[in-house]
């Protein structure tokens, strides 16, 4: 039996982008910071003249992914983290935008075959979602995690694949 898992430690080689929605910048902003701040930590060139990431901003989580398949389509980058927060109103527009997003983003991790870490907050208060985005936690460390991991894993597949 093989077991095969990603590693944190080495960033070296990796390539990753983050999309960001602009819509509730106060708590997506404070994600990207998490994100950048673990990719740091862990290795990953996060300046301004990295070639090793790239962060396009869109206007809101509805957005995500369009702007996340066309940076997979560019077969550039390892992973992608997606960054939004969607926060319920009174409306139905909430769950409309939850469904479509999701699903978007899903898709295009399926299509590409490139890990997209969903960091798509989507919360009940803007309390909550800022509790979520530093308050208490920043769940932006978390997603960049994810995405080291998941750039470690696939590379590992890919070996285990060529050498099965």
Same mark, same amino acid.
């Given at each position: 039996?093989?077991?095969? +898992?990603?590693?944190?430690?080495?960033? %070296?080689?990796?390539?990753?982008?983050?999309?960001?929605?602009?819509?509730?910048?106060?708590?997506?902003?404070?994600?990207?910071?998490?994100?950048?701040?673990? !990719?740091?930590?862990?290795? !990953?060139?996060?300046?301004?003249?990295? %070639?090793?990431?790239?962060?396009?901003?869109?206007?809101?989580?509805?957005? !995500? %992914?369009?702007?996340?398949?066309?940076?997979?389509?560019?077969?550039?980058?390892?992973?992608?983290?997606?960054?939004?927060?969607?926060?319920?109103?009174?409306?139905?527009?909430?769950?409309?935008?939850?469904? +479509?997003? %999701?699903?978007?983003?899903?898709?295009?991790?399926? +299509?590409?075959?490139?890990?997209?870490?969903?960091?798509?907050?989507?919360?009940?208060?803007?309390?909550?979602?800022? +509790?979520?985005?530093?308050?208490?936690?920043?769940?932006?460390?978390?997603?960049?995690?994810?995405?080291?991991?998941?750039?470690?894993?696939?590379?590992?597949?890919?070996?285990?694949? !060529?050498?099965?």
């Amino acid at each position: 039996m093989a077991t095969i +898992e990603g590693r944190f430690t080495d960033a %070296s080689g990796i390539r990753i982008a983050i999309v960001v929605a602009r819509f509730n910048d106060l708590v997506t902003n404070k994600l990207l910071s998490g994100c950048l701040d673990c !990719l740091s930590r862990h290795g !990953l060139d996060t300046s301004e003249e990295s %070639s090793q990431l790239d962060i396009a901003w869109v206007p809101g989580s509805f957005e !995500l %992914s369009v702007a996340t398949q066309a940076l997979a389509r560019t077969r550039k980058y390892q992973v992608i983290v997606t960054l939004g927060a969607v926060i319920r109103g009174d409306t139905p527009h909430f769950d409309v935008v939850v469904s +479509e997003t %999701s699903k978007g983003i899903a898709s295009v991790s399926r +299509e590409t075959g490139i890990p997209v870490i969903f960091g798509v907050l989507t919360t009940d208060s803007m309390q909550q979602a800022l +509790e979520r985005a530093g308050i208490k936690s920043n769940l932006g460390w978390n997603y960049g995690l994810h995405a080291l991991e998941m750039a470690s894993l696939m590379g590992k597949l890919d070996e285990a694949t !060529l050498t099965s």
